[in-house]
């Protein structure tokens, strides 16, 4: 149970001076309005401070108490913006809307687990960014695609699951942080998936979006492009065809009837197999305007990935270069979309790597909508099995400065669509979570689901500041506990680089389910992520004077920094260059011998990690602490494999020593 409620955990509080000073400030709540979304509120409150202070407040609708909680709405503010004020005895909490309630309420829920004073509170709060989704890759079958943490808990064997109280905890978790959307369905839409938008699973898609609106947060499903074909009995998808806009406009409307407050379609086109306008000679703004233009009548948005490359290339071509694609792709068709289209972006060129640049679409595209798309499950950051910390990555994808509009054009203000003033603008995810007792496997993974959301509301919260926050709520105030958690995950990101694929180069794993180290997995395949390392050296030369030219997709300022090889930064240097093993980085060592410290370093961290974990052992319940450890142990055991291979490929290869004679195979 203590793994399940995650960062929801609402432990007794025992401080006897800090239960009274709750019991005066909560022990009525007024409320002006009642709605789904409010009763929610009081439904959160009411449990919450039960479990902690062992009461549950009186709940005035009238409006009457003069002392107490007073939820309003006031309408002068921005929708999901709210303030919080303590005067007098009487705590007000106001919000542009219901939505806006329920986050002050987790706000507040929030400072009461981690014992904050809540008198002369004065907060005021705005997310940045107008949509914060999730999306789900759960298949019907009930598995879910690059899932570490159990089976799907909203289907199985092509049915919904019909107990919906893990959906509804899941909502809770999920508002509690802020987010607003999700997808509930895989993006690689097949058969039995394909159905979602017909009868057959219409009113149960209804009622999970019931679920999900009582937390504020609005339900999109991913469709098939070639659902004409599949359950409309049409020989074609092709979007200019007359037959096939009738099909989307009828289903479209059927499912409005069933569903109207869904949010939409989201839509992974001619990528990996899926079917696309490609096949019929259009181009993805013709794909994506006809499904926008008949939802558009139901206020509902089309969200169209931009993972759009060529996964059948062939290896001998040094010219292809999958990370090119996305760009080359979209950005001529900038402007060309429809206004409720919204063109969803991965953080980085290639697949969601340990380390990549930041997608030169991103700062590129100037009159789209779009969402950056980043990747809570750690499909290549060692699969919920390895303690890594993303928020830190995430943040310095948001500092990039694109240099869209000249210095200072950071990603976290392009996709909030502040610069371009889009009428659309966010961030989604893919989602970590599943049917295991602690929704995400290693518990510690809970860490980047709270911080995905707090991190998006907030941009500018510090990477610690998120760590601290989720480490008081999920184990306490204890401060050698809180000290102990803080430094084993700040490093983590870190540790994981360290002894994976190096300076930005990324991949290197077992073909399909990447996971651990393959060096050449990747190499003679069609995937086109390669490294070519040779006996001289490794690195993929994308450079605008001898490479693939993908450097060219930058602006200037970012295109010339990385060109140079004086000015490149050292973590990103094989990603951009092909360079001998004996080059010097600016940290002063070669690459060789860069690759080899590296490699130990990064054991000996998951060494300290271990290390932290055991001395606090006694402050932490058995489930969690066995369940951490255990994950801990396994992290080392692979973390050594990757040393071991990586070094021994790399010394094979270059046949130089290491210079401080540690054991290479
Ligand atoms: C890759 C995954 C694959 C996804 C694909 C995507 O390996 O399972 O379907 O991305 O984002 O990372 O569509």
Redo the contacts with the bound molecule.
Sequence with gaps: LTSYRAWLQYQPILNQDYISDIKAQFSKISVADENEIISSCITELSVALKEMVGFTPVVDYQHTHKVGLHLTINKALPEEAYQLNESQKVLRLSGGSSRALLYGTFHLLRLIQRQAQLSDLNITEQPKNPVRMINH?DDMDGSV??GYAGRSFFYEDYQFIQDRQRIQDYARLLSSVGINALTINN??VHQKETELITDTYLKEVSQTSDIFNQYGITMYLSINYAAPIEIGGLNTADPLDEGVKRFWQDTVANVYQAVPRLGGFLV?AD??NRPGPFTYGRNHAEGANMLAEAIKPFGGKVIW?C?VYDCKQDWRDRKTDRARAAYDHFMPLDGQFADNVILQI?NGPM??QVREPVSPLIGGLAKTNQFLEF?IAQ?YLGQQRHLVYLIPQWKEVLEFDTYAKGEGTKVKDVVSGEVFNNKVAGIVAVSNVGRDYNWTGHTFAQLNLYGYGRLIWNPDLTAEEIALEWIEQTFGLNKSVVDAIGAMVMPSWQAYENYTSPLGIGWMVNVNH?YGPNIDGYEYMAWGTYHFADRDGLGVDRTIKSGTGYIGQYHEANSKYYEELESCPDELLLFFHHVPYTYQLKSGKTVIQHIYDTHFKGVEQVEAMIKIWNEVSEHIDEQRHHDVKARLEHQLWSAKEWRDIINTYFYRKSGIADQHNRTIY
Aim: glycine letters at 0%; a neutral charge; hydrophobic letters at 25%.
């Design positions: 890759w695609e690059r993006v690689n992974k990528s990996e990935r993972f991965k697949d969601f990747q499909e990447h």
